[in-house]
């Protein structure tokens, strides 16, 4: 069982997906705020591994899920999981022992200060089955040049430079692609030159 937390706009989403592309026996679920107790993550993951029953019973649908993942080899990773609940994270423990799946967390850094922080909840259990942990700790000039790259390759280094600095502020990576996206489109539709000037313009529009 694993965790990697990082700043929001720091690609760990695009990063799980591309994950799951090379690795099509990867499940991806995503938390949120209406999306967050066990029985509505347990019902996704029943049906992301085809564990259909005729019950709805909660602890039918848990055999079920677990029948299905033992010995597939199959790594599940929850997005957005900071959301989660301790009883979601307590299901979730309980497939993990039971069928041998993998688990990754995928959240902000609230998440580690979740688990240690709330006293009216046993966190040692699924604390200590995180054996491993990555915290992604800031954006590098070369994390920024390789995603720009992929988009437009060949931009200026005054690009990059830009871009980079964009990298650092709130939203991160997230603005920055937008942003490298939206200029890419002016220069194809328009046929603006793709510069530092128009970068500068497009970052003063009301959307970034």
């Not at 990697?4 to 949120?32: D, F, H, M, W």
């Not at 604390?127 to 992929?150: C, E, F, H, N, P």
Request: proline fraction near 3%; aromatic fraction near 10%; glycine fraction near 6%.
């Amino acid at each position: 069982m694993g965790a990697v937390v990082g700043p929001s706009g720091t690609s760990k989403t695009k990063t799980a997906k591309e994950y799951q592309r090379k690795n099509p026996n990867t499940i991806i679920l995503t938390a949120s705020p209406t999306r967050r107790g066990f029985s509505t993550i347990l019902k996704a993951l029943a049906n992301s591994v085809a564990a259909y029953s005729s019950s709805t019973a909660l602890d039918d649908i848990l055999r079920g899920v677990i029948t299905k993942l033992k010995s597939s080899r199959r790594l599940v990773i929850i997005d957005e999981s900071t959301f989660l609940r301790w009883e979601t994270f307590e299901i979730i423990r309980n497939v993990f022992d039971a069928a041998g799946t993998g688990f990754t967390y995928l959240g902000t850094p609230r998440l580690y200060s979740q688990m240690r922080g709330d006293p009216r909840y046993d966190w040692d259990q699924i604390a200590s089955r995180l054996t491993i942990r990555r915290t992604i700790q800031g954006i590098t000039y070369k994390d920024v040049k390789i995603i720009a790259d992929s988009i437009f390759p060949g931009l200026l280094k005054g690009c990059i430079d830009f871009f980079y600095s964009v990298s650092q502020q709130p939203g991160r990576l997230r603005v920055m692609t937008d942003l490298l996206k939206k200029a890419v489109k002016f220069h194809e539709v328009y046929g603006a030159k793709l510069d530092l000037n128009l970068l500068k313009e497009l970052k003063n529009m009301n959307d970034f």
